[in-house]
């Protein structure tokens, strides 16, 4: 790539950080903290960021860089993100370099000259490359008016990444006093936290912690049964879509990407197995989108910012919470929908244990509990998203997250469980209690194996008592046992046991649960999402093969041109004019000027030969005047109460009905106060069967939906509970009638 390209540099003048937001970033909303901190850094307070993998961190130091006279430097450890993040920054009209050692020497002179114009925004290094005399010198001579240390964690001995020369970082700091200081991570405990402050000089406030919430992340586990067919069932149901399959081992990556190429998959493998050249290769394929899933270990995802990886997949079980939410923050980074689905096995648990006993002594502990840790979220069954957050701390607001597999099950018929739960569990009782799940399965099914012979299983009378159903059906039946507590898994041996429960049910208490038929296929596949759901799919793969060949020809990848969100919107809005354009996801000025000229004629012709017609995009009211920085709750809100309706507003944010009634659910629970009666108007129900609700929230309280839903039958939905519970809220405080 070039380093000084002729871009169009756009001078930000008098605008606010909202209008910048949109005409040079090309986005209308800021994501939540964004404005807090980028009023905090622009008030040169020396600023902790906390923000999960996605959230949206590099925007909360590159905007302010817009707003300096002077340089910000950006500490970046990852050669390919600070490449990646230049790029799209070039692209976009603003000017960004990096110096590494990827440059030759004329790429390197060119850079140094560049800088010295006072001209360059932000300049990206590696610590190894800030810390060297030679830049440091080169640095004297211009303005820093900023230290952006990104992998901020990688400054303390207790972050799960330290090196050494982020501890350095410090002089940095004290040869440029002038300069305000902002420190970002994914990942940090408050031990991390205090110890990136005591290192830096920070003191105790400016600090931001994001909410870990990801809700455009669809999660799910299932029991793996059959790590192929699985495999290819999801892959099947994300045709021409990015994504990651994570693999526990080297040899299972190699099988399981051999295994799909040979299925007709496009796929690469990667692993510290491979030579470098291969790994880089790989990396740079999958991000060109020249192939379309990546399976690896866990040495592949640090430092990829390729925003539109629509799945992650697990095919082995992590080893604690923190890599598995790293892992799957790597997806839908564009903020539209992307499934992540984990296939589980005890089998996955018995070879981690192996692995934490031949390791240090002094880890093992540790080990043994984050260990466990996951695997009691897997297992359970409640909401995945609500127990992910709160083992970082963080509660989620509600009871059904609407996008898990646990919150779908709560919704799909149940049927009576209770003889196969009989069953297995008296064949639990039967063998002791001492073997593990399979070994259950095998004696239900009536199977000759060597162990069941052994025992002498073959003379229970549990013995054969099971072969209506498959192995893979127990499987999935017995991983519902576990999440209702029927059984308790000993985490070092892998027996399981009867609880108190499981006794019950012997005893004669009904089971009940979700058909084995349907059960497995709790990824989510169809469930709808945040994302357009009516744009033209035929348009986007044409507007998309168009963006590929404009990416080779510039080397560049894909979504440096444009997202696929801004393709869909394309798709759905049809623009004709570059007023129209750049009112759409991700398309600031820059955008506009380099491409409009290519899309315009594209779209155009389509839309004669289809017979369509523009269907322009309303802007957000305020984008473009509003000096303040509103949050989307305070926006939908404030426009609601003015008496735009839900409909109106879900054409102007392009979001669904049940986000918007999100939004003015967190409004309310700040405080505001908005007319009863125009909730009243927009609820689907009749207003007997509303007063019915509100009666349910009167008896049994407005924190959890759950027991209201079973109060009534199931009969009102979830979206109309969160309306009616607004209402009831409001009435509760003496809201307006």
Request: net charge neutral.
């Amino acid at each position: 790539m070039t380093h000084h390209p002729p871009i169009p540099v756009y001078p930000i003048g008098h605008q606010s950080p909202q209008q910048v937001l949109k005409t040079v970033f090309g986005y209308d909303e800021f994501r939540p903290l964004q404005p807090e901190i980028i009023d905090n850094i622009r008030k040169r307070r020396d600023t902790l960021v906390i923000m999960p993998t996605g959230g949206g961190k590099s925007l909360c130091y590159q905007l302010p860089a817009l707003f300096f006279d002077g340089l910000t430097v950006v500490v970046s450890p990852l050669i390919s993100l600070m490449q990646d993040q230049v790029t799209q920054l070039q692209q976009i009209g603003v000017a960004a370099v990096f110096i590494n050692s990827t440059l030759d020497h004329d790429e390197y002179v060119s850079t140094v000259d560049w800088l010295g114009t006072g001209e360059v925004k932000l300049l990206y290094l590696a610590p190894e490359s800030l810390l060297r005399p030679e830049t440091l010198r080169l640095l004297d001579d211009c303005r820093v008016d900023c230290l952006a240390i990104d992998e901020a964690h990688c400054i303390s001995q207790w972050g799960h990444d330290f090196r050494p020369e982020y501890r350095q970082l410090d002089s940095v700091r004290k040869r440029f006093p002038q300069a305000v200081c902002v420190a970002l991570t994914a990942t940090a405990t408050p031990r991390v936290q205090t110890d990136i402050r005591q290192t830096l000089g920070f003191r105790n406030e400016n600090e931001f912690i994001a909410s870990f919430d990801r809700s455009n992340l669809f999660i799910a586990v299932e029991p793996k049964t059959n790590l192929l067919r699985q495999t290819l069932d999801f892959l099947a149901a994300h045709p021409d879509q990015s994504g990651i399959i994570y693999c526990a081992t080297r040899r299972q990556v190699d099988w399981l990407h051999q295994a799909l190429v040979e299925h007709g998959f496009s796929a690469l493998p990667y692993h510290a197995g491979l030579d470098d050249e291969t790994r880089r290769n790989n990396q740079q394929a999958f991000i060109r989108d020249d192939v379309r899933c990546m399976v690896a270990t866990i040495a592949f995802g640090m430092g990829i910012d390729k925003p539109d990886v629509r799945f992650v997949l697990h095919a082995d079980l992590p080893q604690n919470v923190e890599s598995y939410y790293q892992e799957i923050g790597r997806a839908g980074r564009d903020g539209l929908r992307a499934d992540c689905l984990l296939l589980f096995s005890y089998g996955d648990v018995d070879t981690i244990q192996y692995f934490i006993r031949q390791g240090a002594a002094s880890e093992s502990q540790g080990r043994r509990e984050r260990l466990k840790a996951m695997v009691d979220w897997a297992t359970s069954g409640e909401c995945r998203r609500s127990e992910l957050l709160a083992y970082f701390g963080e509660a989620f607001p509600s009871e059904n997250c609407r996008a898990c597999d646990n919150c779908l099950k709560k919704e799909e018929e149940q049927v009576d469980l209770t003889l196969p739960a009989q069953k297995f569990l008296s064949c639990v009782v039967r063998t002791d209690q001492v073997f593990g799940i399979s070994h259950i399965i095998d004696v239900l099914r009536g199977s000759r194996a060597i162990k069941v012979m052994r025992q002498r299983h073959d003379r229970l009378s549990t013995y054969g008592i099971g072969k209506e159903f498959s192995a893979e059906q127990w499987k999935l039946l017995a991983q519902q046992f576990i999440q209702q507590k029927l059984l308790a898994r000993h985490m070092k041996h892998g027996s399981v046991k009867l609880t108190r429960a499981g006794w019950a049910v012997l005893r004669g208490k009904k089971v009940s649960g979700t058909p084995v038929e349907t059960g497995g296929k709790a990824s989510g596949h169809g469930v709808p999402s945040d994302e357009t759901a009516a744009y033209d799919h035929q348009f986007f793969e044409q507007l998309r093969t168009k963006r590929k060949e404009l990416a080779d020809t510039a080397n560049v990848p894909p979504y440096v041109i444009f997202s696929d969100r801004s393709l869909q919107e394309m798709a759905t809005y049809f623009p004709h004019s570059e007023t129209t354009l750049e009112r759409l996801h991700g398309i600031g000025r820059a955008k506009v000027e380099r491409y409009a000229g290519i899309f315009l004629p594209i779209i155009a012709a389509y839309c004669r030969e289809k017979g369509l017609a523009e269907n322009p995009k309303s802007s957000p009211r305020s984008t473009s005047a509003s000096k303040s920085l509103k949050s989307r709750s305070q926006e939908v809100g404030e426009r609601f109460r003015t008496g735009e309706s839900l409909t109106q507003l879900m054409q102007a944010y392009g979001v669904k009905r049940q986000t918007l009634i999100s939004y003015l659910e967190r409004y309310v629970q700040s405080g505001e106060v908005l007319p009863v009666e125009r909730f009243r108007a927009e609820s689907r129900l009749s207003s007997e069967t509303q007063d019915q609700v509100l009666a349910a929230f009167d008896e049994l309280g407005p924190d959890f939906l759950r027991p209201v839903f079973d109060a009534l039958d199931k009969s009102v939905g979830y979206d109309e509970l969160h309306l009616l519970r607004i209402i009831y809220r409001l009435q509760a405080q003496g809201g307006e009638g």
